[in-house]
C-alpha cells in the first residue's frame, strides 16, 4: 500500500470464514489519506484485472470496505480502527503485521 498506509496487518480466516480467505486491515491519519490509500488499491488491483464485488465507505473516508471475494481490505482513519478494534475480533487466528517501512510484501510469512 503504497499511500503510506499505517499499521497494515493480514489476517488468515479462510480457516474460521466462510466468506474470505484474509482481511487487510490499515489505517490512514486523515479521511482523506484513507480515501487515497482505497483509490490506489483499487488502481493497482484492476490493473492486475481484480475487480471489487463491492465497495463501501469511499465518500466518508472513515472506514473503506473493498470486497475482493477471497480477500476483503478494510481501510480505517485511526479513531475508528481504534474504537472498533477487528484484530481483537481475530485474536486467536494467523496475522502478519507488516513493517511500516517495507515498501511491499511480495509474500506471506509461513502459516498464512
Known sequence: MKKKAKDLTILNVKDTSSFADYIIICSGTSSRQVQAIAASVHKNLKASGAIPLGIEG???GQWILMDYDDVIIHIFYEPIREFYDMERLWSD???MVID???AEVTALKKGM
Open 58 to 60: 469511499e465518500q466518508l
Open 100 to 102: 511500516e517501512h517495507m
Open 93 to 95: 487466528i494467523p496475522k
